[in-house]
């Protein structure tokens, strides 16, 4: 639909990075609208994953999707650092699957005025880096308020996340033994996270990471987030939903027909825009999405799965030691409910693997496959980043570092996601900055 469409104007988001000095070099290859695990849904075809693995084997691996091609460019070293958008993990996984590190930040931190929307409610722009420390410059410009922006974090919820979490970061600036610069940080670990689909190559390298997190001063929780596994099918619903209504404005008349129509024929461009200017991918969520919100359906799916959402954002709340400042509001948050939690209960970040595999290899059949269970099969690559964008908090996915892999694994990157209540992007990044 927008292939050759040139946007008359920058996102707030390309704005302040050229203010601040940046160089945009260039647009990066996506899943079309965003839509896609592995950047096999792209009009310009797939994106190759530059990673080559120790034992030197050359194989053609999907980069992961949707900012499939944004990750690819930091992991080929064409660019410090790329932005992408994560609805459901289109950043963590194209950087668990590249080797390098991804931002989703809190829901409302970045603008999104000028980004394309998928799935408003859950959208957020995104910060792909090798370092974290690229990544938090980057974010440290990005994140403002924008008016443009309705679900813009007013600057009172940045104030007061940042009044809460203040204490906690200046404790571990404070903590003088080098070797335990961890020392009072709770990490809880999800046992929900670790499904039967984790490939158990995964497995062990994640606790050698959660082993030196310890070691380094941090106390390891194990948690339960009991709704997690309703997380994939209310993010499907909803996403698809949010996208039906979002894409209904590529009608050949509010956004200009596909290439080669007549403009002055409004009803057949209509028709065209509907049926030639949308991948089988997309036509597919459109279906899907619309099928939630007719009458028949819109109780047992869309509100269903809204149920769903609450139910994962009170799952987090329950555990995590910071209040949400953003899906709460604030003025109902009293201290006294806040200390009736007890800080045994509680922790201040959690830890998990991105994804439940290494990068899928690009066969063959990938272009003849639509439609089939490979597709269902890439909507459960999903399942461990979308709780955090249902509940709109920080996650940051990490390169487990190389010493940790197990031998018997295939030698492609994994990553390990580090996630907090809304706000504690900071927070997310220093334990990140602790696993690289
Ligand atoms: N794979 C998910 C989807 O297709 C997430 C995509 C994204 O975050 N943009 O909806």
């Known amino acids: ?5 040139t946007s008359p104007f920058d996102a707030t988001a390309v704005r302040l990075l ?10 990066a290859n996506c899943d079309e609208f965003g839509m896609g695990s592995l950047n096999k849904h792209s009009h310009h075809g797939p994106t190759i994953n530059p990673f080559r693995p120790s034992s030197g084997q050359i194989e053609k691996r999907y980069p992961g999707g949707s900012s499939g091609g944004s990750a690819a460019a930091v992991a080929a070293g064409m660019c410090q650092v790329a932005i992408g958008t994560d609805t459901g993990g289109s950043v963590r996984l194209p950087a668990s699957y590249c080797g390098i590190s991804g ?6 931190l970045i603008s999104r005025w000028g980004v394309v929307s998928y799935a408003d409610s859950l959208d957020c722009v995104g910060v792909l880096a090798k370092e974290i420390s690229d990544i938090r410059v980057t974010f440290g410009v990005l994140s403002t308020y924008d008016n443009r922006d309705p679900t813009s974090a007013s600057p009172d919820m940045r104030s007061q996340s940042a009044e809460a979490i203040k204490s906690l970061l200046s404790k571990l600036e404070g903590n003088k033994d080098t070797k335990r610069p961890l020392d009072s940080l709770r990490i809880g670990v999800p046992q929900e996270f670790f499904p039967s689909e984790l490939s158990p190559t995964i497995i062990n390298p994640i ?19 009991p709704s997690t596994s309703y997380a994939l099918s209310s993010y499907y619903v909803l996403a698809s939903a949010e ?20 403009i002055t024929k409004t009803s057949r461009n209509y028709a065209l825009s509907r049926t030639k200017g949308f991948g089988p991918e997309v036509k597919r969520r459109i279906l899907l999405g619309t099928y939630a919100l007719t009458a028949d359906a819109f109780d047992n799916y869309f509100l269903q799965a809204q149920r769903v959402r609450q139910l994962i954002r009170n799952d987090f709340n329950r555990i995590f030691s910071l209040p949400n400042f953003y899906f709460t509001d604030p003025s109902t948050i009293t201290v006294s409910q806040e200390q009736e939690k007890s800080r045994e209960d509680q922790i201040d970040v959690l830890i998990h693997p991105s994804a439940i595999r290494t990068a899928p290899r ?8 639509d439609g089939d269970e490979s597709d269902l099969d890439s909507y459960v690559q ?7 964008s249902l509940a709109g908090i920080p996650a940051l996915s990490v390169p487990v570092p190389e010493r940790y892999l197990d031998p018997k694994g295939d030698g492609w990157p994994i990553g390990v996601s580090v996630v907090g209540q809304w706000g504690s992007d900071e927070l997310v990044m220093r334990v990140g900055e602790a696993i690289e």
């Open 103 to 108: 931002l989703k930040p809190s829901y409302g």
């Open 1 to 5: 639909m927008l292939a050759e469409f």
């Open 18 to 27: 050229r203010e601040a000095g940046a160089d945009i070099i260039g647009k």
């Open 243 to 262: 996208a039906s209504s979002n894409l209904a404005r590529y009608d050949g008349l509010h956004v200009r027909p596909p290439p080669g129509s007549d």
């Open 362 to 369: 690009i066969d063959d059949t990938a272009d003849k496959n």
């Open 382 to 388: 999903d399942v461990l980043t979308v709780p955090a």
């Open 207 to 225: 606790r050698s990471v959660i082993r030196s997190l310890r070691a380094q001063g941090a106390t390891i929780v194990p948690v339960s987030l």
